[in-house]
């Protein structure tokens, strides 16, 4: 099932091919099985995690399920979670227990996701690499003498590895967009305002977004759709409806002008790197950009 895009995992679930209490405990297993070597975790949530799952289980059984109910999802542990330790990857905050949730986790909730727990960061999302955590440093998936990316390192680290179908994130110089490059997934920094950031321990306020992480673009947008929107406890939040995210999804790109920064290909750049980005421009373009 872990192999399984937030799609399928929704489409199973609609057709009670498993349970979200089934699909909650494989995922967790496997959390307690990769974890140990790759720390994307600071705190698991097993059985919160549980008890959300029986509750969506339940919403699936009656009939008032979201296209997300029942689907598990970490949150980095920047976002305040009420009763449950956020810490920003700080020894400053290591016994602390947020009295409220953040926004973007109340917006989860109300989806039916089903929280696993609170991702490995950067500490107070300062860094690019996810070793400057009191928590110890995050292992890219792939290979683990590589880092995974900052600050949420932890979030794409843990749906890389497929012990999560997506992740939050946050991202202020390149937070989400780095680390879901450097583990091969797709990851978005929204418009500012367009994403609650109440709850959302501040970095630098005037620039901080809350986006998600996940496997693919269809993942991203639906995990995305469930996060945006208006927030009164946010003076910087966007007052605009949510846009279906999902249903542009397939729209030509015909005519649709990229950029591509020629300072990036530089002295220093891998062959390797040059030559993905290369067949991708050509692969945009055949395709009418």
Known sequence: MHNKPITELAAGLAKKEFSSVELTEHFLKRIATFDKTLNSFIT???DHALEQAKAADAHIANGTATKLTGIP???KDI???DGIRTTCGSKMLDNFNAPYNATVVEKMNDAGMVMLGKTNMDEFAMGGSNENSYYGPVRNPWHHDYVPGGSSGGSAAAVAARLVPAATGTDTGGSIRQPAAFC??????PTYGRVSRYGMIAYASSLDSGGPIGFNAADVALVFSAMAGYDSKDSTSIN???DDYSGSLNDSIKGLRIGVPQEFFGPGLNEQVAKAVEDAVKVFEKLGA
């Open 44 to 46: 698991i949530t097993a």
């Open 73 to 75: 999802i970490a949150q």
């Open 79 to 81: 976002f305040c979670t």
């Open 184 to 189: 091969g997934l797709t990851g978005l920094k």
């Open 240 to 242: 605009h409806a949510v």
